[in-house]
């Protein structure tokens, strides 16, 4: 009877055993950012920052992996195929929302193939002019697209990122046609701004920051809903004329689909820390980020709007990268 009493225990406690989730322990080992961009740019450093906050809160390793090209299909793509453990996650941004839009063959899918860690933070535009231009208001700028199609140019940093895409809204809310100059990369679109050889650039604020405190180049608006806590004096385009004009560019953690609730609560909580720390703070007055705090959730609908309003203006604008 001893013996059966004994051998029950046993049974019982290695039941229990065997019924603990599998990722109480998470993380044992570090964990990876995959950022689909080039290093050295305004997404790499946001990524490194939290990642040194995630390290703290988690007391284990979190690294950034760069994984840049094909408008970061590439570096979504290797974290959509990753195993579902937690261990390898993907800073995701503006293009997650605009690729399924702008390609009609992603090698994953971008609502199925993601589980929603955090929304990290989202940031407008800048309306941005040469500091000798003659336009100072955004009715300004319609006024003289209107009465010259096509004359004005605004340049971007590639077809199909915010820069380009914050245009053709502000063409298709207008009523207005403007010519579209791609760039690779910000540097050259904003070289060519600064010496002339183009009309404007709807640019992030931290590529343009500096120029605009110095008197080079001109804010004219913000493209967000709200004004700019960096921008506090520049109006938005909403209150500027076209009421129903919103865009902005955002940061958001995703794990590949089926990751345990258990180890994606740990990944939000570490997040938040990351985000209400000093230095995360230090970098959103740079990068004139608004933080987010709240569930995981909020990434999954701030994604599906964001796939709602662009898929209409790329439909429109009749843009396609394939």
């Not at 044992?28 to 950022?35: E, G, M």
């Not at 690294?63 to 090209?69: A, F, S």
């Not at 760039?183 to 640019?203: E, R, W």
């Not at 959103?284 to 662009?310: C, F, R, S, V």
Request: glycine share 8%; hydrophobic share 40%.
């Amino acid at each position: 009877m001893k013996f059966k009493t004994l051998f029950l225990a046993a049974a019982l406690c290695a039941a229990a055993v065997s019924a603990a989730p599998a990722s109480a322990a998470f993380p044992d080992r570090p964990i990876d950012i995959v950022v689909p961009f080039s290093p050295g740019g305004g997404t790499d450093q946001i990524s490194r920052t939290i990642a040194d906050g995630m390290s703290k809160a988690l007391k284990q390793s979190v690294l950034v992996l760069n994984k840049p090209g094909a408008g970061t299909v590439i570096g979504t793509g290797y974290v959509a195929k990753s195993k579902p453990d937690g261990y390898t996650l993907v800073m995701a941004t503006f293009a997650h929302a605009v690729n399924p839009a702008l390609y009609k063959h992603l090698p994953f899918d971008p609502d199925k193939d993601f589980t929603p860690v955090a929304l990290i933070g989202t940031s407008p535009n800048v309306l941005v002019v040469n500091s000798h231009s003659p336009f100072k208001t955004v009715k300004d700028i319609i006024a003289y697209a209107k009465a010259n199609p096509d004359k004005l140019t605004f340049g971007s940093y590639g077809t199909g990122t915010s820069a380009h895409l914050c245009g053709a809204l502000f063409e298709d809310l207008a009523k207005v046609k403007m010519t579209h100059v791609p760039y690779k990369g910000s540097s050259p679109a904003i070289t060519d701004l600064l010496g002339g050889q183009i009309n404007m650039v709807f640019s992030t604020a931290a590529s343009v920051a500096q120029y605009v405190k110095s008197g080079q180049l001109r804010a004219i608006a913000v493209t967000s809903k709200q004004r700019s806590f960096a921008f506090p004096d520049v109006p938005t385009i909403a209150e500027s004329g076209l009421p129903d004009y919103e865009a902005e560019s955002w940061y958001g953690l995703l794990a590949p689909a089926g990751t345990p609730a258990d180890v994606i609560a740990k990944l939000h909580d570490a997040t938040e820390l990351a985000i209400r720390a000093k230095p995360f703070q230090q970098r959103i007055a740079i990068e004139g980020l608004n933080p987010h705090t709240g569930k995981p959730q909020d990434l999954q609908d701030y994604i599906q709007k964001e796939e709602k309003l662009w898929r209409q203006v790329v439909s429109d604008a009749h843009i396609t990268l394939d």
